[in-house]
């Protein structure tokens, strides 16, 4: 008996070795559960072709936004665990719409294997021209001596940058209506129309407006300066200490995907994000490559879920 076991445990795991060795044999599927533009997106297609290149294989970028990423998450915790559809995602909106969203499709620990963390982008606090600010002093003066009148733009409900502006907003005593939109894309497009004011949004996807005047940029989230942008101040150095946030972007397979393969995928995104071209575009635009193992990504995925929860229940934040 021990020894058939032991034969099937070997030819089990000898399958798996060759099924990674096979590995890729047809199109990989890269979803993004936001809409185009996004500091997501940006990264998706920057990464694809690269992929495309050294793999042989047709890698797609997907779209499927909805329910602040929960639509674009689920649908790849719920496909088959074989490394052809994988998830790259903001890893807060993974961590904090548990706290948020009262019936979740999914677990964001249990049902995704981590593949690796891609980047961390801070979020800039930008203001349409018109708001008359140009440091977080006068902004908040402004916010104090108008409450409720400054709208507030964010990728979603409950997202990383919404709740970057809630928390801006506990500590510095103000107050601004949240006006949720698909993604950090159309959040940004909105406010440089003026049809919202302010915003924290991850810095890939909202510097190009400030650095072309379309937006004023007030200060960025990271712990110190980015070197791209030397002008703006940190939040923490602008009377805020210890406030940090933004964008960290990971990539995600369904549950269940061979360790080899997970293995494999790790390996190619760290072989692109080194490469110099990539480096230096995400450089440009303030954005740090930080890729790593997958456990790591993991681990920091449950430390985010423990950190946002205090705040969503401080603030709360509920979404249907």
Do not use: C
Request: glycine share 10%; hydrophobic share 45%.
């Amino acid at each position: 008996m021990f020894k058939r076991l032991a034969v099937a445990f070997t030819l089990t795991l000898a399958a798996g070795t060759a099924f990674a060795q096979a590995y890729p044999a047809k199109p990989i599927r890269i979803v993004v559960p936001f809409a185009p533009g996004g500091t997501s997106d940006i990264l998706a297609r920057a990464i694809g072709p690269k992929m495309t290149e050294s793999w042989g294989q047709p890698v797609v970028v997907e779209n499927r936004a909805g329910a602040n990423g929960n639509v674009g998450a689920d649908f790849v915790a719920k496909s088959a665990p074989d490394g052809y559809t994988m998830l790259l995602s903001d890893v807060g909106a993974l961590a904090i719409n548990p706290s948020v969203y009262l019936n979740m499709p999914y677990d964001p620990v249990k049902d995704f294997a981590p593949v690796i963390m891609v980047s961390y982008s801070p979020h800039v606090l930008a203001v349409h021209p018109s708001v008359p600010a140009t440091n977080i002093k006068e902004l908040v003066a402004y916010a104090k001596a108008n409450p409720g009148k400054l709208n507030f733009a964010n990728s979603g409900t409950g997202g990383a940058p919404h709740l970057a502006g809630v928390e801006f907003a506990q500590r510095t005593g103000i107050q601004w209506a949240y006006i949720p939109y698909k993604g950090g894309s159309q959040a940004v497009t909105d406010v440089v129309a003026g049809q919202s004011n302010v915003l924290f949004n991850g810095m890939l996807a909202t510097y190009p407006s400030v650095k072309g005047g379309r937006l004023r940029g007030i200060a960025v989230s990271s712990a110190e300066r980015v070197p791209s942008a030397p002008e703006l101040p940190t939040v923490a150095e602008s009377g805020l200490p210890g406030f940090v946030t933004g964008s960290y972007q990971g990539v995600l397979a369904a549950a269940g995907t061979p360790r080899e393969i997970v293995a494999k995928l790790n390996a190619e995104f760290t072989r692109i994000l080194n490469l110099q071209d990539v480096r230096e575009m995400l450089a440009k635009q303030g954005t740090e490559v930080r890729a790593g193992t997958p456990e790591a990504l993991g681990t920091f995925i449950s430390s985010e879920k423990a950190r946002w929860a205090k705040v969503v229940k401080e603030a709360g934040i509920k979404a249907d």
